[in-house]
């Protein structure tokens, strides 16, 4: 009776900390929502932003946005799940590469504004790429790496060890099994962190302020060496420069649920893909 009586009062803890999490989550949502919602329009939408960025639209800093999230995440999640691989299936046991393991577990701590100034220092100046999309998707790869390492990580070793025996048993290479069983088998568990990853790469304002975002463009980058407006560094610039704040918080608002709205759009294309795969794979 006990037993049941404490395990009773853990599922109502459990159940109570959803609640409140749903209730935040929901409060934070909504008060977007109703500050954001009465400056979305068509115009809003597709037009530049005009007179001091008091009308007009925020076109370009969507596409800014989603050209620095797209592109962070082609250059981190090949790299990561390579690292990942290497990790999980090839790297010996040993001191070091526990030390690896830490490493990348305090790089996800770094603050953002540490990995800005690096990509300041690196991309935008020893390559010489410039303020530029190429530098900002880069230092934003670099902000999720770590992520999709420990993602994808978790997701190689959930899957059974029955599988790649079976594998090799029938004649494949190691790299093979690789390829063809694990990666598929995992693939779910490895897109979970790149939609974690796009969450993060979408909303940081930090890392792009030094290498990619510009405070105004009157057209759209015709070049990954091109700067870009930002969603996030827009709502920034909103909210701390200009001479209107009473016209510039409700533009700032509505590019708040912009980028929850483009954040979700994203990130549902990754969870139909997961999906699909975990149909596929029956887990």
């Not at 990942?84 to 040993?94: D, F, Q, R, V």
């Not at 998707?137 to 420990?150: E, G, V």
């Not at 990580?153 to 099994?177: D, F, K, M």
């Not at 940081?204 to 560094?233: C, K, N, Q």
Request: net charge positive; glycine share 8%.
């Amino acid at each position: 009776m006990r037993n049941d009586h404490i395990q009773k009062l853990g599922f109502a803890l459990l159940f109570l900390c959803v609640i409140i999490t749903v209730f935040f989550l929901g409060s934070i949502i909504y008060f977007i929502v109703v500050r954001g919602a009465p400056a979305i329009s068509w115009e809003f939408l597709t037009e530049v932003p005009r007179r001091a960025m008091t009308q007009g639209g925020v076109a370009p800093a969507i596409v800014g946005t989603f050209y620095l999230t797209i592109g962070a995440v082609l250059f981190a999640l090949p790299l990561g799940l390579a690292c990942a691989i290497y990790l999980t299936e090839y790297s010996p046991k040993g001191a070091v590469v526990n030390i690896i393991r830490m490493s990348i577990n305090n790089l996800a701590g770094v603050p953002s504004i540490v990995f800005g100034l690096f990509g300041l220092t690196v991309f935008v100046k020893f390559f010489g790429f410039g303020v530029s999309i190429l530098s900002g998707s880069l230092t934003l790869a670099m902000l999720i790496l770590p992520s999709i390492i420990s993602a994808s990580q978790e997701a190689l070793i959930a899957v059974p060890h029955s599988l790649r025996e079976a594998s090799l048993a029938i004649g494949a290479t190691h790299w093979q099994t690789i390829k063809r069983i694990v990666v598929p088998t995992a693939l779910p568990g490895i897109l979970t962190g790149v939609i974690l990853g796009i969450g993060r790469a979408a909303g940081e304002t930090a890392p792009i302020l030094f290498t990619a975002a510009t405070f105004y463009m009157r057209g759209y980058p015709d070049s990954v060496f091109s700067e870009v407006m930002a969603l996030p560094y827009h709502i920034y610039a909103l909210m701390t420069e200009g001479t209107k704040p009473d016209q510039q918080t409700v533009i700032a608002y509505g590019c708040s649920l912009l980028l929850v709205v483009l954040v979700l759009l994203i990130s549902a294309i990754a969870i139909y893909i997961r999906q699909s795969r975990r149909k596929i794979y029956g887990h």
